[in-house]
């Protein structure tokens, strides 16, 4: 994949191309995976169509992250990643890591249209890493923390 940086409206993204395969081509920006259909009836794609995990979405993203956001290595054991809600800016946090956690429990406030959001964890366990930080823009989808 070849990447490229951008900066739009003082926002930064980090945008990986892959190679095109049947009108089809792989894009990831900032660390969200994406598939692009390329329009058939020309050799540039005038509207691309996006998906993310079978969901069509705009071409124009909603918000960015101000730093690069990398997905969570896949881990062996029980771990998983508390993943944003909707796209939106991180406020405050209300665990650090190392905090032990129950399923349900707010783990940090997201700013998304003018209204503060708690975000709440999927499971029980221990906070073992943030991986964003409080100011920073995040699309929907995007890893927060991990917990074990």
């Known amino acids: ?32 995976p994406y598939k692009v259909e390329l329009d ?16 069509t979405a705009s071409a124009q993203p909603a918000a960015a992250p101000t730093q690069q956001v ?28 190392g905090d032990v956690v129950k399923s349900g429990d707010t783990v940090c406030v997201l700013e998304a249209m003018k209204m503060e959001n708690d975000v709440h964890s999927t499971k029980g366990g221990t906070v073992k890493k943030i991986l964003v930080n409080v100011g920073d823009a995040i699309l929907e989808g995007t890893d927060i923390m991990i917990i074990e």
């Open 70 to 97: 990398k997905p969570a290595p896949a881990a062996a054991g029980p771990a998983s990643a508390v993943k944003s809600p909707l796209p939106g800016t991180i406020l405050s946090f209300t665990v650090k890591e």
């Open 40 to 55: 058939k009836a020309s050799s540039k794609p005038s509207k691309p169509a996006l998906s993310q995990s079978g969901k």
């Open 1 to 32: 994949m070849k990447e490229y940086k951008y900066k739009i409206n003082g926002l930064k993204f980090t945008v990986a191309v892959g190679d095109v395969v049947d009108n089809e081509v792989r894009v990831e920006v900032n660390g969200t």
